[in-house]
């Protein structure tokens, strides 16, 4: 699976994509922000206020209940500031 | 309807006469442009970057231009584009233009689109101070309210 940073959470975790396998105990994306937050240094500030990040499943918003199986790329962001 | 993601600037005038392509039954064309500010507050800005997520804002935008079409099934044409990469005060950012016989649909359309697209496309644009201090901009809380009259619809 792959996982795409943008804005801050990228210049926290230091990385604009990687490529993981997921633990098994994760079902959703409420699962993935709180493992994410345990994965080192950057990971813990990006991820220190999980409510503040937005997460997109294939280029779709999704919500925190949103089951993550089947998904081929994940995006994490900041609340969106164009236009 | 289209959608144009690019680092260049954009000619509002030749978009308008592309997009109305000579077709006469068009009474209303409303145009917005966004533009960078020089000023946050009490700083000066000395230039603006806009990060994008290249896949999903093409897509975010196609289906935000979907949805006014199928609000406003009146909605003859419209055109979006936003620019990325490095701009500096007085750049224009976005340009949304849309086609109607009458202007009401135009004007409600061109807003619709607007208030979707600043807090559903993914773009992020990051302040450098004229101080050489720079920062990420902080989403705002009224542009999530703005979004809360189309619901009561």
């Given at each position: 699976m792959k996982l795409v940073y943008f804005a801050w959470l990228r210049e926290h975790i230091g990385i604009d994509e990687e490529q993981v396998d997921l633990p098994a105990t994760i079902d959703t994306v409420g699962d993935l922000l709180i493992w994410q937050k345990g994965r080192g240094d950057g990971y813990a500030i990006a991820f220190?206020?999980?409510?503040t990040v937005r997460v997109a499943l294939d280029q779709f918003h999704a919500e925190?209940?949103?089951?993550?199986?089947?998904?081929?790329e994940i995006a994490f962001f900041p609340p969106m500031t164009g236009g | 309807m289209s959608v144009t993601l690019q680092p260049d600037d954009f000619d509002i005038s030749s978009e308008l006469d592309a997009l109305i392509g000579g077709r006469t039954s068009v009474g209303a064309a409303v145009t917005f442009t966004g533009l960078v500010r020089d000023m946050v507050k009490d700083q000066r800005i000395s230039a603006m970057t806009l990060e994008h997520y290249p896949a999903m804002a093409q897509a975010e935008l196609e289906r935000i231009e979907a949805e006014a079409h199928a609000k406003w099934p009146d909605l003859t044409d419209s055109r979006i584009i936003h620019r990325f990469g490095t701009l500096e005060p007085g750049d224009r950012i976005v340009l949304v233009i849309t086609l109607s016989s009458h202007r009401q649909v135009a004007f409600e359309a061109a807003e619709f689109i607007m208030d979707f697209l600043k807090t559903r496309a993914p773009f992020w644009k990051k302040e450098s101070l004229a101080d050489g201090q720079s920062d990420w901009v902080k989403a705002s809380l009224k542009d999530d309210e703005a979004l809360d009259r189309w619901k009561e619809q």
């Open positions: 220190s206020e999980p409510e925190q209940d949103d089951p993550v199986d089947r998904v081929e | -």
